[in-house]
Nanobody
Framework: VQLQASGGGLVQAGGSLRLSCVAS????????VAWFRQAPGKERDFVAA????????NIAESVKGRFTISRDGAKNTVYLQMNSLSPEDTAVYYC???????????????????WGQGTQVTVSS
């Protein structure tokens, strides 16, 4: 499956953005889809994950209450809604997907076989 992430941009602190991850080649059925982010000079960190079958979500503590992950099955798209953004959220955001992800591993990069190209989110103060 090929993943295309989009929706990044420049936003002021306190603003919102919605990122999209579109799958091509096949649907997300049976997959777990996740978002990770990598700030300059830092390691890539887990943000959120969604198990397509059943709809379970896992949200990183650092963004809980501000970010939500959801899907539109008809559009084969997973979204990351980001509210109350702060400069600390500035990063390249990546979507990732894989089948048969053990739920306890959803925050691990190694659980995902497919990755999108990343979309830049910049939050100005």
């Amino acid at each position: 499956v090929q993943l295309q992430a989009s929706g990044g941009g420049l936003v002021q602190a306190g603003g919102s953005l919605r990122l999209s991850c579109v799958a091509s080649g096949r649907t997300f059925a049976g997959y777990t889809v996740a978002w990770f982010r990598q700030a300059p000079g830092k390691e890539r960190d887990f943000v959120a994950a969604l198990k397509i079958s059943g709809g379970s979500t896992n949200i990183a503590e650092s963004v809980k209450g501000r970010f939500t992950i959801s899907r539109d099955g008809a559009k084969n798209t997973v979204y990351l809604q980001m509210n109350s953004l702060s400069p600390e959220d500035t990063a390249v955001y990546y979507c990732a997907a894989s089948r048969s992800v053990i739920w306890s591993n959803t925050a691990s990069e190694t659980a995902y076989a497919y990755w999108g190209q990343g979309t830049q989110v910049t939050v100005s103060s």
